[in-house]
């Protein structure tokens, strides 16, 4: 079976990965991380897998117009393998994110996929801060990659502004967020789920039955979980051989394909 992992990382980060921290509790783990695309890409061919989306450790560690343009620099010669997904920062305060030069750049390097890490980077991810670029974003149908890491409260009030905001969520911890997941998958036809910590018994094939197939996506979240857990949930599960082509492959090309750049 085919299969793209839609959410991987590249870059060195700290040897003891924080795993989750939503919950104020705070899990570490020692990970085996991917210094450059090439060790990523063959981390992938051990497990079979054919294409990745990715982004980089130093848009987090270092400085996200840094780590976007060490990003296009390390999947250069990669582009058959890797597909690359900046990060963002408001315009207000950050010249270079301008909302015209942003798009402009993402199209001269055929940027689809977009993350934010407010918490992180110290801002508020609404309307009041950032409005005019999620526009663009929402009706250019361009994914916006948001982990709960520090808390879902946020990707709530993002998508009371942006009903239609196209959203990928991802790092949610090792416990089943399916009470905080499941109202927004129900209220928000854009919302889409990455598998990656999502090892419960028999959650996916309930998530499945509740909501379809379309918009679960596979991904390992690497380095914070290896290859292996996402893929065995997947391909062990009980769901039928369309609904894991799906998750496998065919939601992530249809959600690349509709991005209008």
Known sequence: MKIIDCNCCIGYGVVNHQIVNHENFVLTEKVKEAKDAKELIEFMDFCSIEKAVVYHQTMIDVDPLYGNKKLVNEVAQ???????????????????????????????????MLRAFPTVNRYFLNRITMGDLLQEISERKIPLFLSPMYGYEYIYDVLTDFPDLNIIIYNYGPWSPDRYLFPLLKHYRNVHF??????????????????????????????????????????????????????????????LEEVIL
């Open 194 to 255: 990455e598998i990656g910590d999502y090892q419960t018994d028999g959650g996916l094939e309930r998530m499945v039955g509740k909501f379809g197939s379309e918009r679960i996506l596979f991904g390992s979240n690497f380095p914070v979980n290896s290859f292996g857990g996402p893929l065995g949930v997947l391909i062990s599960s009980q769901l039928d051989i369309n609904q894991k082509e799906n998750i496998a492959y065919r939601n992530i090309e249809r959600i």
């Open 78 to 112: 990669h582009v058959d393998r890797l597909i690359p997904s900046w990060t963002i920062l408001p315009s207000l305060t950050d010249d270079t994110f301008q909302v015209e030069g942003t798009l402009d750049a993402m199209k001269r390097h055929n940027i689809k």
